[in-house]
């Protein structure tokens, strides 16, 4: 059963004592913090080889002041304790791999599979710590970057429609006339159009409203590079939520690669260049259908654990306290 971060401001709201200090005493006296085996060295890693499983996660989180750690979990834990494996500062993968080699290497080569993001760090990190696992880039950081891409076609259309609203209404001003904007069907203008359409693009097109199905019409018949783009995002969505094999998926890559090529869109390009690169790491996604899921999920309980303390003032007992909960067990 996962345990719910408690704080002292919550103590307080519903025992009546002194928040100050009960969070003071209990940081020197009850939590055992400083007697804490890990205290010396917690501020630049964090390793627990014990919770090792054959499924881990990699991936990075900003804990305070946008400085970044490096967080390894143990995927079969789903988020509940013993499910921290790691956690060091920074994400330069020549500190991490020095901080998990205090893993055991019979440990470290007992590892079947790690999921990780685009980052090149990240591989070199799963490539010289865990040799025999596979890697397998999570098929969402692939997808936000087609989205990306539609979204900055659109947000640089959205720039010219504003430009070319400002110079109407310019142009009014010097004629003493009044200025009128013109308006598509569904009442927005062109500048509207472009920034109501924002999260439709993100949608698949069974899921839109009326009135984003409206809107859509609109906007790719006055933007058919958007419709094109759009397109090539949503398709490379639906190689990814097929339940196919490697081989097959492998064909359907190749396919859209053509598509975007024959667009000619220089984001998309970026995009394709991006996965030759990684080729292999994505396609051995259809081998378990794995993500990175549970590290986004592990460093969404981080924020929100931050949250609740209304920030972090004290690192290293941040630190205590997220191993409390996450790395012993309960």
């Known amino acids: 059963m996962e345990t719910s971060p408690t704080t002292c401001r919550t103590l307080e709201e519903y025992y009546h004592v002194n928040a100050n200090t009960l969070d003071k005493q209990y940081k020197d006296v009850l939590s055992g913090y400083r007697t804490w085996p890990e205290l010396d060295h917690a501020d630049d890693w964090l390793v627990f080889p014990e919770n090792t499983g054959p499924r881990l996660a990699i991936d990075e989180t900003s804990m305070s002041n946008g400085e970044l750690r490096t967080v390894v979990t143990n995927r079969d834990r789903h988020g509940r304790d013993c499910c921290l494996v790691a956690i060091v500062r920074g994400v330069k993968s020549e500190d991490v791999i020095k901080a998990l080699r205090h893993i055991p290497e019979e440990l470290l080569e007992s590892v079947e599979e790690v999921t990780l993001d685009l980052s090149d760090s990240m591989r070199k990190i799963v490539r010289s710590c865990f040799p025999k696992a596979m890697r397998v880039i999570d098929r969402f950081h692939i997808q936000k970057l087609a989205c990306d891409a539609v979204q900055e076609m659109r947000i640089r259309h959205r720039w010219d429609a504003i430009q070319e609203a400002n110079e109407e209404m310019e142009d009014a001003k010097l004629e003493g006339r009044e200025y009128v904007p013109f308006r598509y069907e569904n009442g927005d203008t062109r500048k509207e159009l472009l920034a109501r359409s924002r999260y439709l693009l993100f949608k698949s ?5 009326p009135a984003q199905r409206l809107r859509a019409e609109i906007l790719f018949r006055e933007y058919p590079d958007l419709e094109t783009a759009y397109g090539l995002s949503h398709s490379l ?10 081989d097959a998926a492998r064909l359907s890559m190749a396919r859209w690669y053509d598509k975007v090529e024959e667009a000619g869109f220089h984001s998309f390009n970026v995009i394709a260049a991006t996965f030759y690169e990684h080729y292999d790491d994505i396609l051995n996604f259809y081998v378990n259908r794995s993500s990175n899921a549970a590290a986004e999920s592990f460093n969404a309980k981080i924020k929100a654990f931050r949250a609740s303390l209304r920030g972090i003032v004290d690192e290293k007992f941040f630190l205590f306290r997220l191993a409390k909960i996450y790395a012993y067990p309960h």
Do not use: L
Request: charged fraction near 35%.
């Open 237 to 246: 969505r639906m190689i990814f939520s097929k339940n196919t094999v490697k």
């Open 205 to 209: 097109g069974d899921k839109w409203t």
